[in-house]
Every structure is written in C-alpha cells, then in structure tokens.
C-alpha cells in the first residue's frame, strides 16, 4: 500500500513525538530550521504527541498526499509511524535511530557507544555496582544504549541477581527518587 504524494514543494515536514522538548533536542532542530530557511526551504511541524496509531497514520497519510515535500524528518515517532514512511517511499530521514527492520536513513548520536563509554569510565574508575536509569520511552536509540551499557557491565561483573544494570523509570526527579527509594 504505496500513498502517492502531490508534486513536490520546497517544505520539509518534521513529524515530531515528544510530549516536551530538551533543551539539547530543542536546539538540534532549531539549527536545523535555520540552516534549510537559509537554503530556501520552508519548514513546517507536525506534531504527534501521545499519538493513537490508527489516527496518527490517516492524519499522516492525508498529509503526505496533500503536501508532496523535499523531505520528511521524523524525530522520535514510534515504530508505527517509521513504517508507515518507509512503507509510503516517500523522501524520509530520521533523526534518531530507526527501529530494527525499518530500512529509512538517519542521522543520530551513536548512543551505543556513548553508553557504552560511560560503563567502560565508571569500571575503570573501580565501581562495582553501576546502574543506569533509564527512560520508559522505549525509543530505538535508547535500547541500543541500554543494551551496549548492560553488555559492558555483565562483560565485567556476571549477573549477581541483586541488581539490573538497566533500571526503567520516569523520566523525573519523583520518578528517580522512587525507583532509589526501593532499591
């Protein structure tokens, strides 16, 4: 099931799901703003926060047919919503990992290595119990970090049974403080 865009115009749409914004994430798509304005570029945003798939995509699929774009960025949409764009083989690039199994280009922070990175530091510095919390997100960089951070540790320390070395919680200050008043 191919949608076929309208002829193409010089937006690039970003297709956004964060229900707040980073300031880091903030920043990285307010340069990217500029540097396509400087290029001659329109930019618009649709954003998706929170969204219902079934309603995300056939608000997604009506826009892809009514604006063909340059480019769509997605910037941390779910796995749905990655496949739905590269099922449509519309021009699309994602800002962020993709998911496993979905063939979009990208651009992003290698979070398994920085991950990674920070296991191997902590390590080397003689910490034995080391743990990472992490987001509930479940984002495609964010698993690729866990699982490098987790493989680092257990490479170093076998699993003991007392702690994860990965440790979801809520991604705020009550939330973290839950998760330590428990352990």
């Known amino acids: 099931n191919q949608l076929i865009p309208s002829p193409q115009s010089p937006h690039i749409l970003l297709v956004h799901q964060f229900d707040f914004f980073l300031a880091s994430a903030t ?13 001659g570029f329109e930019v618009e945003w649709h954003v998706e926060s929170r969204p219902n798939y079934v309603a995300a995509r056939r608000r997604l699929e009506k826009l892809v047919l009514q604006r063909g774009s340059a480019c769509w960025l997605l910037v941390s949409p779910p796995f749905e919503i990655h496949r739905l764009f590269m099922q449509a083989k519309v021009p699309t690039l994602v800002a962020g990992m993709p998911y496993p199994g979905i063939d979009l280009p990208c651009i992003d922070v290698d979070y398994r290595a920085v991950c990674r990175h920070a296991a191997q530091t902590f390590l080397r510095y003689g910490h034995g119990r080391i743990i990472m919390f992490a987001p509930r997100s479940r984002m495609a960089g964010d698993l690729e970090g866990e699982q ?10 076998p699993p003991d049974g007392r702690l994860p070395p990965v440790i979801h919680c809520d991604d705020r200050v009550e939330g973290v403080q839950n998760v330590l008043d428990k352990l």
């Open 27 to 39: 920043t990285f798509l307010r340069e990217i703003e500029l540097q396509l304005h400087a290029k």
């Open 148 to 157: 490098a951070f987790e493989e680092t540790v257990r490479q170093h320390h």
